[in-house]
């Protein structure tokens, strides 16, 4: 078992809160992370009930044998994804192989997510929040799927970023995760551009591109890349 946390670092809370001292920012770092990874109160109930409400909702969510994943918005999103037949959505605590232990592997977290099934995705996706990547912002842009690979990228600011992003390899460019969050979430309430993946994901709905994650189907993390790639997985051997 493992967790991916974070303390502050004067760069990275300077980058947050350019505007004050480093040991300030820290300060005002630490308390965002505080706030945001629920460690107020009393924090071991307080994870204990949002894994059990992560928990049903994936129990739902697998409930229901969804074909297809659909996303409109005011914003002009206008998107289709599909999903793998025996895809598993996940998200919260997990329970470690052979000891069994339960464990978070990420905090903060608010999402439940799986894996989409590769070669199926059109339609345009328009940002809501901005992207970090490699410590700049990509800020107002949008994604336009064919055939389940992204086919042109537009940024107000930083689209050699994005474009980047999804022309690294062959399977850059096809959706590796779909994630679904409250808008009502401590993240997104909280207002801030954390410039660090861990906390900004956890804001908003969001797609990832790239390899997908074996254990969203069953037996998957025994699998070859070629097995995974045939069950509809975004794997290396695409």
């Not at 996706?125 to 992204?150: C, D, H, T």
């Not at 993390?221 to 695409?238: K, P, S, W, Y």
């Amino acid at each position: 078992q493992w967790c991916i946390a974070a303390v502050p670092g004067a760069a990275w809370a300077k980058k947050v809160f350019p505007g004050v001292n480093k040991f300030k920012a820290m300060e005002m770092l630490w308390e965002a992370i505080l706030y945001t990874s629920r460690v107020d109160g009393d924090p071991v109930a307080a994870w204990e009930a949002h894994n059990k409400d992560l928990a049903d909702r994936c129990a739902y969510l697998n409930s229901l044998g969804i074909k297809t994943l659909e996303y409109r918005s005011a914003n002009g999103t206008d998107l289709k994804v599909g999903m793998i037949e025996d895809a598993l959505f996940m998200g919260g605590s997990e329970c470690a192989q052979g000891s069994g232990i339960e464990f978070n592997p990420n905090i903060p977290s608010e999402e439940v997510f799986t894996s989409p099934k590769k070669g199926v995705a059109d339609g345009i996706v328009y940002s809501s929040k901005p992207l970090s990547y490699n410590g700049q912002l990509i800020e107002n842009f949008s994604i336009r799927f064919e055939g389940g690979r992204a086919v042109e990228v537009k940024a107000e600011k930083n689209e050699s970023l994005l474009r980047e992003m999804i022309n690294m390899d062959e399977g850059a460019a096809r959706l590796g995760e779909c994630a679904l969050i409250p808008f009502d979430s401590p993240i997104n309430n909280y207002g801030l551009v954390f410039m660090n993946t861990l906390f900004d994901e956890n804001a908003s709905c969001h797609f990832a591109f790239g390899e997908a994650y074996p254990s969203s189907i069953e037996g998957g993390d025994d699998m070859t890349e070629e097995e995974l790639f045939e069950r509809g997985i975004n794997a290396n051997a695409g």
